[in-house]
């Protein structure tokens, strides 16, 4: 991992490898990283690698200048009933600690 970080600018992986990578060995640190984009961010429920990645490698650094910027893709953030939609919201843009921006 220390050699790929050095040597390139960007990494692209799936978001259980980064999670091995930065939340259970270590070998890597959301401070190695300036942006992090997550692919289908609805997904990033519970357990999932994407919140693991959140929850502890990106929330630590919260507020620091060392705390990766977080861009979160997705075509429909809703899952199940539309009624949850705010809820939904909320809990997507509190865990990627981002805001959600749809097109009108």
């Known amino acids: 991992w220390r050699i ?7 990494l692209v992986g ?5 999670r091995r990578a930065m939340v259970d ?5 959301a401070k ?3 942006l ?3 692919d289908e ?3 990033a429920t519970g357990n999932s690698p994407m919140a693991a990645i959140m929850r502890d490698a990106v929330w630590p650094l919260a507020g620091s200048a060392q ?3 977080i861009l979160g893709l997705t075509a429909s953030f809703v899952h199940g009933k539309l009624r949850n939609a705010e809820q939904q919201r909320q809990r997507l843009e509190t865990l990627l600690q981002s805001s959600l921006v749809c097109p009108e």
């Open 4 to 10: 790929c970080l050095s040597e390139h600018d960007v």
């Open 14 to 18: 799936t978001p259980e490898v980064f």
């Open 25 to 29: 060995s270590g070998h890597a640190s």
């Open 32 to 34: 190695d990283f300036s």
């Open 36 to 38: 992090i984009i997550f």
């Open 41 to 43: 961010c609805h997904n």
């Open 67 to 69: 705390c990766p910027r």
